[in-house]
């Protein structure tokens, strides 16, 4: 396909809209649009889907770890020795005891549930990245002290200092029966983590107090795990969920979060076929202005092979005008997509602003941003498919103008 300097001069010659041929530019300038627009889609999208899933995976592993250790009946008695053995299992990078117990809380006339986090010291500290107000110092044992989600604290109307109430409805027997325990906790910190279900639910606490809390005496309800691949945690905790069988269950993130990432993938398989339609109509016009451009053409077609041009040349040269078109029109989506993913969160509030619509509502979307990760080799697969397609809608037209007969079509001039 290597073009001679005859044959580049006659293509860059039919580039050009001449005198006469402005509807088929127009044609062929459509064509280059639709490519642009096509390709720009399929990288803006599958760019944020992309990033949707990693941070989804990023923030729900980064806070749940791994995988948890669960005792059957919630409650796990003897966790210091299963603590030991967890840790001394290979691939495991970290083992900490955690306590995890929706019940109720409320403040000032307004209530919501809550998700009671017991957590050590350590992982107390690590929250302090997605800290927004107060101090994580604070939380103590036997201090009366929380952390709690930002969206948690917008519902309920709490800021810090403020006395937020956890109500555990197993509370202590009495001869009237089950009394509900109810304990007031100041709020001295409020961090958000990003994702809105933990962020409206969450109370953070140290494991002594949650313990005290839901009258569990020493025992915890689980152990989180963090491992040294999170995609090959199954086969680093086979021999420990053989070694626990009976007493303990393992969930990975994978098992746990199963229903959100096999229904992100299924959509992300989805918009990929369906948003490659765009990329196949945009080669259908490739295609249609070729035609025209031949049909138009026809006349200096046959004065070209009187003159000694080969049906090789000519197949060349309309092969190079129709995938000139793609291939500038795959540059130019790749350029434009790359400036949306830039700005998308300025152009998200731009859209919001004039519609009035909340576009990203962070109690349906899970995250708080619009996010965006490009995976250089779905990139690749875009582009190549783009050239590909814009190389086959090349091949009838141009053999077509290869084929025509200079006989039949000068016999009258």
């Known amino acids: 396909m290597i073009l001679s300097p005859f044959e580049w001069t ?13 509807f088929i530019a127009l044609v062929a300038g459509i064509s280059l649009v639709a490519v642009m627009l096509g390709v720009a889609a399929l990288v803006i999208v599958m760019s944020v889907m992309n990033g949707f899933r ?42 900490t ?31 302090k990245p997605n800290l927004k107000q107060g101090d994580l110092s604070t939380l103590k044992p036997d201090v009366s002290n929380v952390a709690i989600g930002s969206r948690l604290a917008e519902n309920l109307g709490i800021g810090l200092g403020d006395t937020i109430t956890i109500i555990n409805p197993q509370g202590r027997s009495t001869p009237f029966g089950t009394v509900p325990r109810s304990v007031g906790y100041t709020v001295t910190a409020i961090f958000e983590i990003g994702i809105y279900d933990y962020d409206k639910a969450y109370v953070v606490m140290p494991i002594p107090n949650a313990q005290t809390l839901l009258l569990i005496g020493d025992s915890i309800g689980m152990i989180e795990v963090k491992t040294t691949d999170a995609d090959t945690v199954r086969q680093t905790l086979k021999p420990l969920a053989r070694k626990l069988q009976g007493q303990a269950e393992i969930y990975d993130w994978k ?27 945009a080669v259908f016009n490739i295609l249609s202005s070729l035609i025209m451009l031949v049909r138009s053409k026809t006349r200096d077609i046959a004065i070209l092979r009187t003159m000694g041009a080969t049906r090789k040349s000519l197949l060349k040269v309309f092969v190079t005008v129709g995938f000139t078109i793609g291939a ?38 899970f995250l708080t ?12 697969v875009i582009v190549l498919m783009a050239l590909v397609l814009s190389f086959l809608a090349t091949l009838y037209p141009a053999s077509k103008a290869a084929g025509t007969d200079p006989v039949q079509v000068l016999r009258y001039e």
């Open 54 to 95: 990693g941070e989804l995976i990023d923030k729900i592993v980064g806070l749940n770890g791994h995988a948890v250790i669960q005792a059957y009946g919630g409650r796990l008695d003897n966790w210091q020795e299963v603590l030991k053995e967890v840790r001394a299992t290979p691939g495991v990078t970290r083992a």
């Open 328 to 365: 500038i029109g795959t540059l130019a989506g790749l350029i434009f997509g790359a400036l949306v993913l830039y700005f998308r969160q300025p152009i998200v509030h731009l859209i919001e602003r004039l519609t009035g619509e909340n576009l990203w509502d962070p109690s349906v979307r």
């Open 97 to 127: 005891p955690l306590i995890d117990q929706p019940l109720f809380a409320t403040f000032n006339g307004r209530s919501d549930f809550v998700e009671v986090r017991g957590n050590t010291p350590e992982d107390i500290a690590r929250l």
């Open 369 to 380: 941003d619009l996010p965006s990760r490009t995976d250089p080799v779905e990139v690749t």
């Open 10 to 22: 006659i293509a860059k010659r039919y580039m050009l809209p001449g005198r006469g041929e402005a």
């Open 255 to 281: 098992s746990i979060n199963a229903s959100l990432f096999d229904a992100l993938q299924i959509e992300r398989v989805a918009m990929f076929f369906v948003l490659s339609i765009i990329v196949l109509v």
